[in-house]
């Protein structure tokens, strides 16, 4: 057993990555944002789908937690092909989500209890049933109406082969070829998604007045800001030139969390493009003319951090999601590097680094964490692959939790991530929806196992998530006993640890603090110990217990601490917040 008897003092022997005072300030600089998964979250009519009242009915949950911020994914009409992100009507609510009243009615429920609201933005493509869309299909080859999406003629004597090689991101070819009025078959249009996600054409100025009066149309109604949606992904290549390279889901991260690649990006013609900046700054002028500190955060799988940092610079957005630390598993090492370039590529141009460890496109953290290789991320997960350890999942998982929680900057909390909940591993394929499962032919499992219904009553039929029992997914029996009425009640519960967390990190002021690694952990290979202000969060990571030091007052600990020869320490796969 490794003991760590005489841990110094950290005020002594600490190595600075990041000083408090850049991170002043605006809300977002250190809001915790809730996820709202609006298909999972809550149903209040019964159709087995979760809609906008049944948010605004379970808002006293996110206040109890102590969020600052909720973010919903796309509630838009639309054909819900990829469950809301393909937006047949950006200025409308789905019916099956409710009506814009009851949208203005959750966002003033949600400010009148001081929680912000940011709503998702997709403008990367629209869903093939939005009117533009359906005009272009209807007008002539060269005509406006195809000019807001990037058709082309095919390669080869008749047009047969796709305009180039690219790969739609959920699999397959990313062209789909139409078909004219007379049967005969004419161009390809660009989908980086699914088929039913045609590529808007960022290069024609209507596409961008029309965002710009979307962002105008929800900053009136009174949103706190925006998630960006394929941020990176706008701008394409001139020319659309061949790439034999693959992206994934939230892939662009760098591996080993260093900046591997230095300055310029490599994710193909289709990402990360200069051209996309330009956007932004424009949106950047929009929010700004707004009164109330409204915010964009870009989801953008880009690499290195210093390239990532490049979106948040000070007229653009204001955070970018951290993926880099989402994919870096459970290595100390690891986690480290992602820390430190998170806060040098981003302290660079005065941004926050946000923290975010689950979303609706990965394996939850606590099944993730579980796997042989949690650094691995599969697409979604077959009841015949090796399944994850639920009890070492569910630990590590509340360890990475306590750890993200008491970083400097923002976090991002996955709904149902506060209940510990894990990912579905058993579904039958007859109920999977994503369409990476069908345009992967099967391959890849998908992302359904990460959205599954929400329980909130451990014996209430679907466990609270609709009033009937109906739920769009079905729900493991393991969620039972993570509902939210259980949790909440039980002291020790991951509520109750992310509760307190919070609760703390507001009082301790964490999210605009500093860090500095605890020395004579700074290259250990199995603890991550850092010094944010007065608190000192020190990670586990290894099969030994760390001793705390005599005298340490333990503020939060993500598992029980155990005794050795009468002194407190932190067993593996736990983290500690201490005073010393
Ligand atoms: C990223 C979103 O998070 C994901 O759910 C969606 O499928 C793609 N963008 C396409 O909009």
């Not at 906008?52 to 909720?70: C, F, N, R, S």
């Not at 939230?250 to 900046?259: E, H, I, L, Q, S």
């Not at 997960?381 to 750890?403: H, N």
């Not at 609270?464 to 039980?490: C, I, K, M, N």
Request: with cysteine.
């Amino acid at each position: 057993m490794t003991r760590i008897d005489s841990t110094p003092a950290p005020s002594t022997e600490a190595v600075t990555v990041h000083a408090a005072g850049a991170a002043q300030g605006s809300w977002w600089r250190d809001a915790v944002i809730y996820q709202v998964y609006p298909r999972s979250f809550a149903d209040s009519n019964g159709d087995g789908v979760g809609d906008l009242p049944g948010i605004t009915a379970h808002l006293d949950h996110l206040v109890e937690l102590g969020v600052d911020a909720l973010w919903l994914s796309p509630f838009y009409r639309s054909p819900q092909k990829d469950a809301g992100y393909d937006v047949a009507d950006y200025r409308d609510v789905d019916p099956l989500f409710g009506t814009l009243e009851d949208f203005d009615v959750l966002l003033e429920a949600a400010h009148a209890r001081g929680v912000r609201v940011v709503v998702d933005l997709v403008p990367n493509h629209t869903s093939d049933q939005h009117v533009w869309f359906q005009a272009a299909l209807a007008a002539d080859e060269g005509s406006p109406e195809r000019g807001r999406y990037l058709f082309r003629e095919g390669r080869g004597a008749g047009g047969e082969e796709p305009p180039n090689n690219w790969q739609s991101i959920f699999g397959g070819p990313a062209w789909t070829r139409t078909t004219r009025a007379d049967g005969t078959p004419g161009q390809w249009y660009l989908h980086l998604f699914d088929s039913s996600q045609p590529d808007l054409d960022w290069s024609n100025p209507e596409v961008r007045a029309e965002f710009e009066d979307v962002l105008r149309f929800w900053l009136d109604r009174g949103v706190d800001g925006f998630r960006v949606d394929v941020a990176h992904g706008m701008v394409k290549a001139d020319g659309l030139p061949d790439w034999d390279g693959h992206v994934a889901m939230v892939d662009g991260a760098d591996g080993d969390g260093t900046d591997a690649v230095n300055g310029s990006g490599n994710s193909g013609p289709m990402f990360d493009q200069d051209g996309v900046h330009e956007i932004y700054r424009a949106w950047r002028r929009i929010l700004d003319e707004y009164d109330g500190d409204r915010a964009m955060v870009a989801e953008a799988w880009v690499e290195p951090l210093s390239r990532l940092a490049r979106y948040v610079r000070p007229d653009e957005m204001h955070q970018a999601f951290n993926f880099s630390f989402l994919v870096a598993g459970w290595d100390a090492a690891r986690l480290r590097g992602v820390v430190e370039s998170s806060f040098r590529a981003n302290d660079a141009v005065g941004a926050p680094t946000t923290w975010v460890l689950s979303n609706h496109d990965v394996v939850r953290h606590a099944s993730r964490l579980g796997l042989a290789e949690p650094e691995n991320r599969p697409n979604g997960l077959f009841a015949t692959d090796p399944q994850p350890d639920a009890e070492l999942g569910l630990r590590r998982a509340r360890a990475a939790s306590l750890l993200m929680l008491g970083l400097p900057g923002s976090s991002y909390v996955y709904q149902g991530e506060e209940l510990g909940l894990p990912e579905h591993t058993t579904l039958e394929d007859v109920v999977r929806q994503d369409p990476a499962f069908f345009r992967t032919g099967g391959a890849e499992a998908g992302r359904d196992g990460c959205r599954i219904p929400m329980p909130w009553e451990a014996h209430s039929p679907a466990y609270g998530f609709s009033p009937d029992g109906a739920a769009w997914l079905p729900q493991p029996s393991s969620y039972a006993a993570h509902a939210a009425d259980v949790e909440r009640a039980t002291v020790g519960s991951t509520f109750d640890l992310y509760r307190t967390a919070l609760r703390l990190r507001k009082a301790e002021a964490l999210g605009t603090g500093d860090l500095a690694w605890l020395g004579v952990f700074a290259d250990d290979p199995h603890v991550v110990a850092l010094r944010n202000r007065d608190v000192v969060v020190l990670a586990n990571l290894g099969d030994a217990p760390v001793a705390l030091p005599a005298g340490a007052e333990v503020l939060v600990a993500s598992g029980e601490l155990t005794d050795e020869a009468g002194a407190a320490a932190v067993p593996s796969d736990t983290t500690v917040w201490y005073r010393a």
